[in-house]
């Protein structure tokens, strides 16, 4: 099987480090399958270091906020993907849903649909952008 490229949402993260048992058996699937490429967002990445940093998470591998990053890259052996100018242009070219505003989604769903790359999320508000092309496996918890 060729292996496939995946873009990860920041609570994928975050149960694939404290608590598997809250991903469904395809995206466990996914994860374990050592053949696919598997990319947080550096905009992810962020935002987990925020919520390291106001204590709004708690994950006992992370002892820290910069232990994330290495966590990420060593332990888990995933990609960080950095926002780039197609990325951007794609976000402007998305609509605005009333109900989803968050602008962290938005630019995950940006670089996703620019790279044509499925995006794995438990936000049932993903679904909106599939008109626009995004590809999305959803972690129904």
Known sequence: MKPRRYLIDSNIVIYRTSDKELLTAEVRAILKDT???IYVPSKCVEELIYLQQSERINVKQWRSAEDIIGYIIEELSYVIKCVTVDHMKELARLPVFPKHKD?????IIAQAVNERIPLISSDEKFHDYKRSGLEFIYNKR
Do not use: G
């Open 35 to 37: 053949s696919n490429y």
């Open 103 to 107: 602008p962290t989604d938005r630019i």
